[in-house]
């Protein structure tokens, strides 16, 4: 029974659940029974973050939601940006 309470960051993990995810990291890794259960507890009981972290797997960061006339106004200003104004030139 996995129940994580987002505002305290605290989960609760049954003891089966526990060894299974602990055996879960075992098979992936390298890690022995009390370095597996010291690096979920490190991660919150999460498994495939410890399995990414053993890796060395960076967490992906979502790309940011831009709109159309974002992604054009930007390009505008880049090309217009490299054009030099006669005032900038002296």
Avoid: H
Avoid at 38 to 44: G, Q
Wanted: glycine share 2%; proline share 2%.
């Amino acid at each position: 029974m996995d129940k994580e309470n987002k505002e305290s960051k605290i989960a609760f993990v049954s003891n089966e659940d526990l060894e299974e995810r602990i055996l879960l990291v075992m098979r992936q890794t390298d890690y022995t029974q009390e370095v597996a259960r010291e690096k979920l507890t490190a991660y919150n009981y999460d498994a495939i973050k410890c399995i990414r972290a053993y890796m060395g797997i960076a967490e992906k960061k979502a790309p940011t939601q831009t709109s159309l006339n974002q992604q054009i106004y930007r390009e505008l200003r880049t090309q217009l940006g490299s054009v030099a104004l006669p005032e900038q030139i002296q």
